[in-house]
Structures are given as C-alpha cells and as structure tokens.
C-alpha cells in the first residue's frame, strides 16, 4: 500500500473537494483520521459522493464542529494519536487532516506530529485568497521542519498567478495546479438517497450524482497535475 496525506493552509478551503477529485483520479481510497461536526454531511460523505470511491470508518466521529481535542473534551474522550495509524487499502490511501498542521488532536499532539510519524508524502492545499502566501509558507516551513516530504502545493479558487508563482519560488516548491470553485458539486443528492423511478434504474438524483462526479473528474483533471503525484509515489514506493 502506498499512502498520500492531503492537508491545507487553514480550514474551510476546499481540501476535501480536492481529495475527492484526487481519489477519483488515482483510483484511490479515502480516510479521514477525526471528523469533527456531525450536523451536516462529513467529509468522508462528500468524498464518497464526488468520487464514488471507498471510504474507510473514521478513527473518532465527534459531534462538535471544532478543533479535534475540543471536540474530543465536549464528549468526555481524549484522542489516543497511537489508534490513528493508516489503515491498509488497496492501492493508494488518501488520508486529509483537519484545519491546518497545527490543528491540536489532544492537549499534546498536533495533526503535524501525526503526519511526520506515518511518513507518507504531503499534498498541501491552499487558497488563493489575501494572507495565502503567509499561511502557505508557514505551512511548509513547519512541515519541512518535521521531517515531512513535500509533494506540491495544490491552489483552490479564482486565479492568482503572481502569488502562486511568489509561493513556489519562497517555498521552493512544486506547483501542483490550481482547482477552480465548482458550484454545483453540492447540489446532486447523497448516493444514499437516490430511488430509480424508471425502469431498469436510471433516476435524474441518479443521473444527477454522474453528472457531478464527471464535473469533478474532468476539471480535477484540466487543473491538476496528476502524473506529477503519481511520480511522487512511485518515488516512495521504490525509496
């Protein structure tokens, strides 16, 4: 099993949608360590609705949408980082963090001391919006200082060229491609929910969820440089 860790410059910046379209394109399986808020889709549904790829359980499910151990403590829990080890998979395994690196999962580890123990190269996410290119070099400074190999760095929303190229110059890092926003990935229903009302299948919710994973496949594919990642892998399979 070859293992790849997608995190991000901060929360809320679109890493899941990536890993689903990074999962889709590898023919991967998705993981994701601790889910924190249970009130709206987790992210491993999104992954399994854009993607139609496995997911595997969580580690810990936690109800409060907050930092990990917060959310741990809300519940009388403290996350034991030594029950987190990758899980095997076949193929590839994509596991995505939480927030950012220093995303604490107890009152003694972070997410960054979790990464540099699996040992698996890192994609990081980050938005092209004002104050990326702080919380980007920041981010590869601290993941660099642990020990941890850098795949690229993967830009999410509008086009921002000058400081795209400003960041990989400073962080000396790979250009990863930039995924633009896609709307509409929200809107088709969960692959749970769809009911064929025609006969020998093929309901417009089912018709609905193609058409959406396809968007992602085909942009994820237009954006992203893909056969840089796979060389990234098959250079760690062979280290």
Known sequence: MSALIVTGTDTGIGKTIFSAGLVQALGA???????????????SQTVARLSGRPVLPEGYLLQLPASPHLSAEAEGVEIDPDTLDLPEADGVLVAEGAGGLMVPLNRKVLYLDLFARWGAPVILCARTQLGTINHTLLSLKALRDAGCEVVGVAFIGAAEPEVEETICQFGKVAHLGRLPIIEDLRDAPEPGRVRSALPGGGSGAARSIDRTRTALKETFAESINVDLIREA??????A
């Not at 892998?233 to 062979?238: D, R, T, V």
């Open 29 to 43: 399986t998705y993981w994701k360590p601790v889910q924190s808020g249970l009130e709206e889709e987790t992210d």
């Open 233 to 238: 892998l098959a250079q760690g399979e062979s």
